[in-house]
């Protein structure tokens, strides 16, 4: 019978091809690490892993990788199950999630939660939209909340709310042109939803990985423009702030507007709503077909229905 922790072990080594990061991963000596390895390759008999630079997995390493992660997976939500049953009060799960939804979602949600799993750790895992797909393909959140462009048949999708990402121009980047060029740049937006009138005009990013960044490049693209870009972040926040203030013009998801420009750059901005198949998405909960979702897990999923339906209705009004 293969040993769990070799098992660990040789999945962290396998990720990294790197001794030294996945001893360092695994707070454990290079040595030790190397010798579970070998404990390993002794109990299936084959060499899992080329030592030698540049480091990589033998063929055999390949087929015991894949059925590995399966193994880890299967050990994972066996554990969680037998945990669910012995104690339903305690545990722990993880969530990966945006900053800025983050922000605007757990402090609604965890309250409720811990009134009914007062036990139960939650590990938060913030990122962009990129990052926590990878994460959850990886086994390194059980579930994550948010955008989900691109859906694997590997997962299970929970459909939250739609939402549209429009385009924010302040008045005060508006007057920057002349009484006609405004004029123009308005009633195309209004009329056709498309940006091809914009050309000049310099745009507020957010950092690739994320979906705003993600659909404003397929946009860009199929009008083929090269867009005069100011200022690229990482914090969705910092850019609708500046677009509120006239800096540029931004992409903006519609949930978050209220939430994070202020009143009074809120006013200032003009919202125009997009045509283009990308700018309509869908908020999902998702989490691996074969997650075992704890009691906590399904409350957890429950709340974040019930607080994502109310912070739209509170949006529409």
Known sequence: MINHLN?????????????????????????????????LEREVGLTLIERKAPMRLTLGGEIFYKYALRME???????QELSDVKDEKRGKFS???????????????LPI??????????????????????ALAKGDVDMTVGPCPQERPEMEYIRLVSEDIVLAVSEELFCRYSCEEQNRMRRELSETGKITSLREIPFLLNKKGNISREIADAIFEEEGMKPHTLIETENIETLGEMCGRG??????????LQEFIAEDGLDRLRLFGLDYPCTHMTLSIAYRKNQY?????????????????????????
């Open 7 to 39: 098992l660990v072990y040789f999945i962290t080594a396998a990720r990294e091809l790197n001794f030294t990061r996945a001893a360092e991963k695994l707070y454990i000596s290079q040595q030790a690490l190397s010798n579970h390895i070998a404990s």
């Open 73 to 79: 997976e299967s050990y994972h939500a066996m554990m």
């Open 95 to 109: 969530v990966g999630i945006s900053h800025t939804r983050g922000r605007l979602i757990l402090p609604k949600v």
């Open 113 to 134: 939660l811990m009134e009914s799993y007062p036990m139960v750790e939650v590990c938060v895992l913030e990122g962009n939209t990129k990052e926590l797909a990878e």
């Open 247 to 256: 800096i540029g013009a931004a992409f903006y998801p519609t949930s978050l």
């Open 293 to 317: 979702l704890t009691s906590a897990m399904k409350e957890m999923i429950r709340i974040v229905q019930e607080v994502i339906v109310s912070l739209e209705n509170h949006i529409s009004q």
